[in-house]
């Protein structure tokens, strides 16, 4: 578990089940993302992240304020996708509901998980990647200090070939000297 001044980043539960669905039917968040998700697509997605921890001791962990116990979402680290330029490497990701979005949860979190990273995980470097057009995504990491590269944008291969939605960008944290 990792705790910040207004966060818990914790294992998954199955009480996390039914947030993170709504908020896998909110158009707001998924527009950036993909499609809307059933009820089996975001348990599956809970079931694979739940399944990092286990084998790696790190995850898109669940997302919880500490004040009041509310589920926000997901932030954490995981390894990067398949066929993409980050295979192999360890990526951090977030997923909030937008009802909390624009409260410096993901960056507060995000921190946290970088910090986790250098702390335990023997890594030159981060990798994030986004939608090219999903600007909350890569200005949260540039407010990170990550640097883009550039010379590594690529379509992603599990989005259709023709959304918008297909060509990503590579951002990257080097480990702090």
């Not at 908020?23 to 809970?46: K, Y």
């Not at 890569?138 to 990550?146: H, K, P, V, Y």
Request: with cysteine.
């Amino acid at each position: 578990m990792i705790e910040t001044a207004r966060l818990i980043l914790r294992p998954w539960e199955d009480r996390d089940r039914a947030p993170f669905h709504d908020m896998c039917r909110d158009p707001q968040v998924m527009a950036t993302l993909g499609p809307l998700m059933t009820r089996e697509q975001s348990d599956l997605l809970v079931d694979r992240v739940i399944g990092f921890q286990r084998e790696l001791g790190y995850t898109f962990w669940a997302l919880q304020r500490r004040e009041d116990g509310a589920f926000l979402g997901f932030c954490g680290l995981k390894p990067g996708a398949l066929d993409t330029p980050i295979e192999g490497q360890v990526e951090i990701g977030w997923r909030l509901g937008s009802a909390h979005w624009g409260k410096g949860y993901a960056r507060e979190a995000a921190q946290a998980s970088l910090d986790w990273a250098w702390d335990h995980l023997n890594v030159a470097a981060v990798m994030a990647i986004t939608a090219r057009v999903n600007s909350r995504s890569w200005g949260l990491m540039e407010r990170l200090g990550m640097q883009r590269l550039a010379e590594l944008d690529f379509d992603h291969p599990q989005v259709p070939p023709d959304s918008h939605l297909r060509p990503h960008i590579v951002y990257r944290a080097d480990r702090p000297a």
